[in-house]
């Protein structure tokens, strides 16, 4: 009775703060425009932030909240802005999935990730702009030791079908983080019910080879290369934190593992999303940007989620910074991580899961965030590295 009354506590509250967040003077501290907000003494944290943006010009953001009073099922909680986002309203809460992203197809709303309460892949679709979502459908059931891990990775629409890169996770070996996972690509006809899982081709899976360093092979990107071929760019836990994974389709079904390795990349020991732009004709990212310049003694890349850079690459293996877009350097209670972004005109949209101060104690530590924030980059081709944090660049 007590867990059901703290659940209970714990969604009201998101209801309040999710429709007042942006408006109050209590958060005007974060950067951005706050969606969500929840105290610290609650025991529950907000993750996996996801953005689209409808046809109309509305944006439609997903998250997620984690912690013991909402184990083991979890949920995913969205927000709708008819404004550009400058304001945001509630609209649904979604039972039993996590680590989710969405996506549009023909102004159908769908939130592909992982079931809570049994770790099978999970969909869900709504298709009144997130208001009313249908029940879940179950794509993968998770087989013997191994289950489904994901995040509100890119999704990639081309030859008129949808890709989505996704990760089996096996136990840890060792008690190496995410040391078996297996990346793979899947797929479906954007003219199929996607809510069906024969709908969906999952390509062969791949783990990292043991010549790379590093544990983890997870957060996969799909991401369409130059050649016309579908990549999965994967996130690697290593020092210093500029080496993702990669590998190549050969078919949609099959991976080309004369391509498995990996590739220079910034920032890759946090989750990142890579997105090609035909207007410059390049690939460009929001990163997490490890920089030596405020690296405490010890602290691994992946724990520095308080500098969030601006990259773009010519060809998918060369990255440079092209702004620093936020930062601070309070590696341990600040954040701005699992950013989910999207091109909207010259513009770049993006919402953050955002650990921060506040006036409730502000956030727990980097990782366990406090506030799901919206933010503008405005004409981004010509973004520049503000006076202020041009030092980090050094």
Request: proline letters at 4%; a neutral charge.
């Amino acid at each position: 009775m007590y867990v059901m009354k703290r659940v209970t506590f714990v969604i009201f509250l998101f209801c309040v703060l999710g429709t007042n967040a942006q408006s109050s003077a209590a958060y005007d501290k974060v950067p951005g425009t706050p969606i969500v907000h929840v105290s610290k003494g609650l025991g529950v944290f907000v993750g996996t932030p996801s953005i689209a943006i409808m046809s109309n010009g509305d944006y439609v953001v997903a998250h997620d909240i984690y912690g013991e009073p909402v184990r083991p099922k979890r949920m995913t909680r969205v927000y709708l802005s008819k404004d550009r986002g400058a304001t945001w309203e509630f609209q649904a809460q979604i039972e039993d999935i996590h680590w989710a992203g969405l996506f549009v197809v023909r102004d159908t709303v769908y939130l592909l990730g992982r079931q809570g309460s049994t770790y099978n892949m999970a969909i869900t679709r709504s298709c009144d702009s997130g208001k009313t979502w249908e029940d879940l459908s179950i794509l993968k059931k998770k087989t013997g030791k191994y289950t489904y891990h994901g995040s509100s990775t890119p999704v990639v629409f081309h030859n008129g079908r949808v890709y989505k890169g996704y990760d089996r996770h096996f136990p840890d070996k060792q008690d190496q983080w995410m040391s078996d996972n297996y990346s793979f690509i899947m797929s479906a006809s954007i003219d199929d019910n996607l809510m069906e899982s024969k709908s969906w081709l999952f390509s062969s899976a791949v783990k990292k080879p043991e010549s790379i360093e590093g544990s983890g092979w997870l957060e996969t990107n799909a991401v369409l290369g130059k050649d016309g071929a579908i990549k999965g760019i994967t996130r690697i836990a290593r020092a210093p934190g500029f080496s993702a994974g990669y590998y190549s389709l050969d078919t949609d079904s099959t991976i080309d593992l004369s391509s498995v390795g990996q590739i220079d990349f910034i920032g890759s020991a946090t989750k990142f999303n890579i997105l090609w732009d035909p207007q410059t004709k390049k690939y460009w990212s929001l990163v997490n940007y490890p920089t030596p310049v405020v690296k405490p003694p010890g602290k691994a890349p992946g724990g520095m989620r308080s500098i969030l850079a601006l990259t773009s690459s010519d060809n998918l293996k060369e990255w440079k910074i092209k702004s620093i877009i936020l930062a601070t350097e309070d590696v341990h209670y600040h954040g701005f991580q699992y950013v989910d972004w999207q091109f909207d005109g010259a513009d770049i949209v993006f919402v953050s899961r955002t650990a921060y101060d506040d006036d409730t104690g502000g956030s727990f530590n980097y990782h366990d965030a406090n506030y799901i924030t919206f933010h503008r980059i405005d004409d981004y081709k010509n973004a520049e590295t503000p006076k202020k944090f041009k030092y980090l660049l050094h």
